[in-house]
Antibody, heavy 121, light 107 residues
Framework: EVQLLESGGILIQPGGSLRLSCAVS????????MTWVRQAPGKGLEWVSV????????FYADSVKGRFTISRDNSKNILYLQMNSLRAEDTAIYYC??????????????WGQGTQVTVSS | DIQMTQSPSTLSASVGDRVTITCRAS??????LAWYQQKPGKAPKLLIY???TLATGVPSRFSGSGSGTEFTLTISSLQPDDFATYYC?????????FGQGTKVEFK
């Protein structure tokens, strides 16, 4: 059974830093690109970042470029999102998901249940 | 960047209705158009990819079509389990974009 389990979401003050994790099991982790997608309260889905299976390719939405860093540890089957200089508008549920279909992956088939990040003073 | 406009934002329907949701792109796009279903408090679920290919386990009442700049998700006969929010998602040139979402609610 494929499982993606996000963790690390907390209440944090503006300007702070936070690292999210996504532990993956049940699939050949290093064979797949992975993504982070977020959803602000009551809003739609927003793509955040994608990383290739090897970790050598990374892509970011303009809204987080220069502040967020995606990475992965293929020996531990864990995906990360390092979030710096956090802003109130980064408040959201953060989902990790597997990318499939091509390289880069055009869509995402397995999703975690999300972790809540709240940026507020 | 390509902009995606999804409509309607809300759709009121009854069980058994045929439902159509549309996504329009600001310019001609490739076939890398996917559709997701999301229920309250849950993660999105992939329904359709590459414009018209049904994901594993998705009922055949769901279908996708379109080309160029206009794409549609159709539910041929709405079932109680289908009341949810639906999103289109485009991949183009190292950028991934979601539509604004369409909430399908009980009439």
């Amino acid at each position: 059974e494929v499982q993606l389990l996000e963790s690390g979401g907390i209440l944090i003050q503006p300007g702070g830093s936070l690292r999210l994790s996504c532990a993956v099991s049940g699939l050949a982790f290093s064979s797949y690109a992975m993504t982070w997608v977020r959803q602000a309260p009551g809003k739609g889905l927003e793509w955040v970042s994608v990383i290739s299976g090897s970790g050598g390719g990374t892509f970011y939405a303009d809204s987080v470029k220069g502040r967020f860093t995606i990475s992965r540890d293929n020996s531990k089957n864990i995906l990360y999102l390092q979030m710096n200089s956090l802003r109130a508008e980064d408040t959201a549920i953060y989902y990790c998901a597997r990318g499939v279909g091509a390289i880069p992956p055009p869509h995402f088939d397995y999703w975690g249940q999300g972790t809540q990040v709240t940026v507020s003073s | 960047d390509i902009q995606m406009t999804q409509s309607p934002s809300t759709l009121s329907a009854s069980v058994g209705d045929r439902v159509t949701i549309t996504c329009r792109a600001s310019q001609t796009i490739s076939r890398w158009l996917a559709w997701y279903q999301q229920k309250p408090g849950k993660a999105p679920k992939l329904l359709i990819y590459k414009e018209s290919t049904l994901a594993t386990g998705v009922p055949s009442r769901f279908s996708g079509s379109g080309s160029g700049t206009e794409f549609t998700l159709t539910i041929s006969s709405l079932q109680p389990d289908d009341f949810a929010t639906y999103y289109c998602q485009l991949y183009d040139n190292y950028s991934w974009t979601f539509g604004q979402g369409t909430k399908v609610e009980f009439k």
